[in-house]
T-cell receptor, first 115, second 116 residues
Framework: EPEVTQTPSHQVTQMGQEVILRCVPISNHLYFYWYRQILGQKVEFLVSFYNNEISEKSEIFDDQFSVERPDGSNFTLKIRSTKLEDSAMYFC?????????????FGPGTRLTVT | AQKVTQAQTEISVVEKEDVTLDCVYETRDTTYYLFWYKQPPSGELVFLIRRNSFDEQNEISGRYSWNFQKSTSSFNFTITASQVVDSAVYFCALSEARGSQGNLIFGKGTKLSVKP
């Protein structure tokens, strides 16, 4: 069964460093998302991406964040200058284009620890 | 504004008990989708069910059942004869159809502990 994959599973970085989190969505999916979950809290939407551009973003997704689909398979989230409060689990998700669908399939997550 | 409320922060039951997880949502959209996801201790998010706003039929899948009531804006989840493997955090989520690319608004989750 196809699944969303994410690398790395755990990333430790120092404050102020840039990190890139990588995701490979399910191959026939067209909508891609990033969410984050601070430890013990709810899952929060960051950004959605469709047709090679951002379609929606939350207030969390400020200028420090960017997303890219550099090739036909990868979908990346970059944090330019990490802060302590960026420590969280980051989930990538994707969905296909069926009109009544909207269910998203999530990757296993990348745990980002900023020290 | 869209919002999902899961009032139960933690629930603890003994194996074989039935348990209901509550979810109340708010939306101004007439077309929307409701979801339940399971997050086991390993951390991944597992899709359980989607419900469309125009389909109020309840659903049963094995030991799981879902009760969707538009009149009370609720989408509750019942596990019958709970098992230890059901221990997880369960999230209810909402997605609006209009003006949205399908991003999910999650509740805060209910942590279910099933003890042997």
């Amino acid at each position: 069964e196809p699944e969303v994959t994410q690398t790395p599973s755990h990333q430790v970085t120092q404050m102020g460093q840039e990190v890139i989190l990588r995701c490979v969505p399910i191959s026939n999916h067209l909508y891609f998302y990033w969410y984050r979950q601070i430890l013990g809290q709810k899952v929060e939407f960051l950004v959605s991406f469709y047709n090679n551009e951002i379609s929606e973003k939350s207030e969390i997704f400020d200028d420090q964040f960017s997303v890219e689909r550099p090739d036909g398979s990868n979908f990346t989230l970059k944090i330019r200058s990490t802060k302590l409060e960026d420590s969280a689990m980051y989930f990538c998700a994707s969905r296909d284009r069926t009109s009544g669908g909207y269910e998203q399939y999530f990757g296993p997550g990348t745990r980002l620890t900023v020290t | 504004a869209q919002k999902v409320t899961q009032a139960q922060t933690e629930i603890s039951v003994v194996e074989k008990e039935d348990v209901t997880l509550d979810c109340v949502y708010e939306t101004r959209d007439t077309t929307y989708y409701l979801f339940w996801y399971k997050q086991p201790p390993s951390g991944e998010l597992v899709f359980l069910i989607r419900r469309n706003s125009f389909d109020e039929q309840n659903e049963i899948s094995g030991r799981y059942s879902w009760n969707f009531q538009k009149s009370t804006s609720s989408f509750n989840f019942t596990i019958t004869a709970s098992q230890v493997v059901d221990s997880a955090v369960y999230f209810c989520a909402l997605s609006e159809a209009r003006g949205s690319q399908g991003n999910l608004i999650f509740g805060k989750g209910t942590k279910l502990s099933v003890k042997p």
